[in-house]
T-cell receptor, first 116, second 114 residues
């Protein structure tokens, strides 16, 4: 079974600084997707960024980027120029590849605090 | 497009009762997944429906069931409620985008069992 581990239950960062959230996963599959989701206090889960396992290039979405290390099964999220609105719970998630399995396996989450 | 909607947003039930939660996916999305979120267990997959068929199921007892209608709206039902069923229930709908099936979540239904 696939597992996703987020070893940092809580992190804090100063506004405008950079923070990196860690995620490791375990799978025997070669085709899969990795995601970072953000859940602000209002609880609406929002997709931040995704990475296809077959792509060597790290995904980037504006201030958010990932460091995908496939051999090490590591998938960290870097948030640059942190803003107060970035404060939320961040979940790392895994999905097996293929078009018939949409199940997401989530890590326990990292609570990010942004200090003004 | 309107996002994923879930009703009701909050619900209080008594042990032993049953409850039905509803989810309307984003227009055009044919897959709906359900997740249970609790402080202790985190986010756990319940089941996924595609074109009215359950394709995947998580490790939950048979008290948890669901269905999907022809318009892709989905309902999940929990019978004989237990205190441990208190949770945030999230629904997500999926679309194919750039080769990846991304899931979009609703705001959730907060179920409290007393």
């Amino acid at each position: 079974a696939q597992t996703v581990t987020q070893s940092q239950p809580e992190m804090s960062v100063q506004e405008a600084e950079t923070v990196t959230l860690s995620c490791t996963y375990d799978t025997s599959e070669s085709d899969y997707y990795l995601f970072w989701y953000k859940q602000p206090p209002s609880r609406q889960m929002i997709l931040v960024i995704r990475q296809e396992a077959y792509k060597q290039q790290n995904a980037t979405e504006n201030r958010f980027s990932v460091n995908f290390q496939k051999a090490a099964k590591s998938f960290s999220l870097k948030i640059s120029d942190s803003q107060l609105g970035d404060a939320a719970m961040y979940f790392c998630a895994y999905r097996r590849g293929g078009g018939s399995n949409y199940k997401l396996t989530f890590g326990k989450g990292t609570l990010l605090t942004v200090n003004p | 497009k309107a996002g994923v909607t879930q009703t009701p947003r909050y619900l209080i039930k008594t042990r032993g009762q049953q409850v039905t939660l509803s989810c309307s996916p984003i227009s055009g999305h044919r897959s709906v997944s359900w997740y249970q979120q609790t402080p202790g267990q985190g986010l756990q997959f319940l089941f996924e429906y595609f074109s009215e068929t359950q394709r995947n199921k998580g490790n939950f007892p048979g008290r948890f069931s669901g269905r999907q209608f022809s318009n892709s709206r989905s309902e999940m039902n929990v019978s004989t409620l237990e205190l441990g069923d208190s949770a945030l229930y999230l629904c997500a709908s999926s679309s194919l985008r750039q080769g990846a099936y991304e899931q979009y979540f609703g705001p959730g239904t907060r179920l409290t069992v007393t």
